[in-house]
């Protein structure tokens, strides 16, 4: 058994990190900026406020509880929309696809079409990753003594910046689908 998740370990994580790769390579500038700043300022802000309103420990891990439960479900069919989408991608006929695969990116080895259904790819990655790890976070509130407030805030913190991540690539791959679909037409 101990070989089996081994093996399975090093599998999940070769893939992934061969993904987020590639999606760092062909994402631009600017969509790593913005995703990341805005994120990171989101979640510094929620921070804050959590900071102001001077909150019990108890208090702060009954908000999250109720938060996780919501997370769970929107990171749920965030991941079911970006697989959706690539397997409308790849079963797709359409000339824009053809069009797609011959055209490459400039300075890259990559086309198109990779481009697009890398950034679908990233989006699925870490949102099953965050659904992964939100349930394990789920776990660890129950578990938790105040003693710990500061190390559940750093962590709560890292799955909140994730969520908030992934909802902005959520938001871009939307669009890209509408543009496809337009561009289709």
Request: charged share 15%; proline share 1%.
């Amino acid at each position: 058994m101990k070989k089996v998740l081994r093996l399975f370990s090093k599998l999940f994580h070769k893939e992934a990190i061969r993904v987020f790769r590639i999606y760092w390579k062909l994402s631009t500038a600017h969509e790593k900026r913005f995703d990341i700043v805005l994120s990171v300022a989101i979640t510094c802000l929620v921070l804050f406020f959590i900071r102001l309103a001077n909150l019990s420990y108890d208090n702060i891990t009954n908000l999250f509880e109720t938060l996780f439960g919501t997370i769970l479900t929107i990171l749920s069919v965030l991941a079911g929309f970006n697989v959706a989408s690539v397997s409308i991608l790849s079963s797709s006929q359409s000339p824009i696809i053809t069009k797609m695969k011959e055209a490459s990116i400039e300075g890259k080895n990559w086309n198109e079409l990779t481009q697009f259904i890398c950034y679908f790819s990233w989006a699925i990655v870490l949102q099953l990753t965050l659904l992964l790890y939100s349930i394990v976070l789920l776990f660890f509130t129950k578990i938790l003594t105040s003693a710990y407030i500061y190390i559940f805030l750093i962590v709560v913190s890292l799955w909140l910046w994730g969520v908030i991540y992934s909802v902005f690539l959520s938001i871009r791959n939307a669009a890209n689908m509408f543009l496809f679909f337009l561009a289709d037409n």
